[in-house]
């Protein structure tokens, strides 16, 4: 099992550009999140999927898009690239548990974007 | 809402002395408890659970109990490594989500 993967590993990109951060786990678990942590700081919540084509909003949404067709793959869109985007991106998943709850999470290398 | 609190960092101490990182939480029903660990660089893994009421969680010399009565999950270890210098999040499962504490920042001398 790879896990959860991540690309790119590093990118930078010019204000007002875009581009999307890749996220794949082989675990067949259905919830996905996208995180982004700022430097020293902790985990914010950009957007969630408890499966193929359910999302909703984290804490951070703005700015950001996603989109969830299979259970594998959860990639998040930048339109329109902003300084303050600047941040280690982390994919997750995990599993439903009972009681609407979710398992350990499981989180990728993460891709590290500076945008200039 | 659920949420959990840590004690703020960093935390610095010297190779073999003992540690407690505090972490307590408020939640609704019966959440599972965890402990996660990011090494500089790296995405966060986890380092121990604890599924209910007087669980202890246990990895790599770490211990956490989950204490119902006092809402808490204090992450310990007698004698810590400068390979332990890392971040250490507290966190609990909400509803389809995990919430995490802050993070603490651990730091060991030599």
């Known amino acids: 099992n790879a896990g959860v993967t991540q690309t790119p590993k590093f990118r930078i990109l010019k204000i007002g550009q875009s581009m999307t951060l890749q996220c794949a786990q082989d675990?067949?678990?259905?919830?996905m999140y996208w995180y982004r942590q700022d430097p020293g700081m902790g985990l914010k919540l950009i957007y969630y999927?408890?499966?193929?084509?359910?999302?909703d909003k984290g804490e951070v949404p703005n700015g950001y898009n996603v989109s969830r067709s299979t259970t594998e793959d959860f990639p998040l869109r930048l339109e329109l690239a902003a300084p303050s985007q600047t941040s280690v991106y982390f994919c997750?998943?995990?599993?439903?548990?009972?009681?609407?709850?979710?398992?350990?999470?499981?989180f990728g290398p993460g891709t590290r974007l500076t945008v200039l | 809402g659920d949420s959990v609190t840590q004690m703020e960092g960093p935390v610095t101490l010297s190779e073999e002395a003992f540690l407690t990182i505090n972490c307590t939480y408020t939640a609704t029903g019966y959440p599972s408890l965890f402990w996660y660990v990011q090494y500089p660089g790296e995405g966060l893994q986890l380092l121990l659970k604890?599924?209910?009421?007087?669980d202890k969680g246990s990895n790599k010399g770490f211990e956490a109990t989950y204490r119902k009565e006092t809402t808490s999950f204090h992450l310990e270890k007698g004698s810590v490594q400068v390979s332990d210098s890392a971040v250490y999040f507290c966190a609990l499962n909400g509803d389809d989500k995990i919430i995490f504490g802050k993070g603490t920042r651990l730091h060991i001398l030599p």
């Open positions: 997750a998943s995990s599993r439903p548990v009972a009681g609407g709850r979710t398992d350990t999470q499981y």
């Open positions: 604890a599924t209910k009421a007087d």
């Open positions: 675990m067949n678990h259905n919830y």
């Open positions: 999927s408890v499966g193929a084509g359910i999302t």
